[in-house]
């Protein structure tokens, strides 16, 4: 397998379920990152991890819990979600080279992870 | 702070025709990158390409081409001769160091380009 991979692309669950998506590159990159993308909406960041540190938490509501246990794993758990959290997950990943003048990464995305909140 | 604007919504074209999509940004760093995403309806952003902010030569790439002009703060994107397969949501991003040395990139609210038969 190459590139990200999103599971599962798709997940419906009432507000009081614990859910977790999952996400894995094997790009051999350092940085992973989960977005969210709601209609007509920019896409928003949410979590940040270098090298397997949480370097940014985008005022995310606590119901969210990212998780990454190391450079190519990251997960983002879920519980007691409200139905506005409905949204596509995105998880994108870089390789990041802090402290060079020019850090040219781009990110690359996995499909996504479809949420439905009943 | 970093902006990305994309003040183009939605644009629809018939398949054939040229169309530009317009990105403007704002950042107070002198060192920054800017990106162009496609996403098609599979939800997977796709990178079409990258620019640092001492280059600002123009760039082509088969019917795709990027103007980047920092003089008026674009990076605007046109399709030449488009086709019903670039119908899809493009995406502008600024990416520009954060305190911490790491990238944080911003993205625009996307345009939605439909190309008719």
């Known amino acids: 397998e190459t590139g990200v991979t999103q599971t599962p692309r798709h997940l419906v669950m009432g507000m009081t379920n614990k859910k977790s998506l999952k996400c894995e590159q094997h790009?051999?990159?350092?940085?992973m990152y989960w977005y969210k993308q709601s209609a007509k909406k920019p896409l928003e960041l949410m979590f940040v991890?270098?090298?397997?540190?949480?370097?940014e938490n985008n005022s995310v509501p606590s119901r969210f819990s990212p998780e990454c246990p190391n450079s190519s794993h990251l997960f983002l758990h879920l519980h007691t979600l409200q139905p506005e959290d409905s949204a596509l997950y995105l998880c994108?990943?870089?390789?990041?080279?802090?402290?060079?003048?020019?850090?040219?990464?781009?990110?690359?995305f996995g499909e996504g992870s479809r949420l439905t909140v009943l | 702070a970093q902006k990305v604007t994309q003040a183009q919504t939605e644009i629809s074209v018939v398949e054939k025709e040229d169309v530009t999509l317009d990105c403007v940004y704002e950042?107070?760093?002198?060192?920054?990158?800017l990106f162009w995403y496609k996403q098609p309806p599979s939800g997977e952003l796709v990178f079409l390409i990258r620019?640092?902010?001492?280059?600002?030569q123009n760039e082509i790439s088969g019917r795709y081409s990027w103007n980047f002009q920092k003089s008026t703060s674009s990076f605007n994107f046109t399709i030449t001769a488009s086709q019903v397969v670039d119908s899809a949501v493009y995406f502008c991003?600024?990416?520009?160091?954060?305190?911490?040395?790491?990238?944080?990139?911003?993205f625009g609210t996307g345009t939605k380009l439909q190309v008719i038969p």
């Open positions: 994108a990943s870089r390789l990041n080279t802090p402290g060079l003048a020019f850090d040219t990464g781009e990110l690359f």
């Open positions: 790009l051999g990159h350092n940085a």
């Open positions: 991890y270098n090298f397997k540190e949480q370097t």
């Open positions: 950042t107070r760093d002198t060192t920054y990158y």
């Open positions: 620019r640092n902010s001492f280059d600002e």
């Open positions: 991003a600024l990416s520009e160091r954060d305190s911490g040395g790491y990238q944080k990139v911003t």
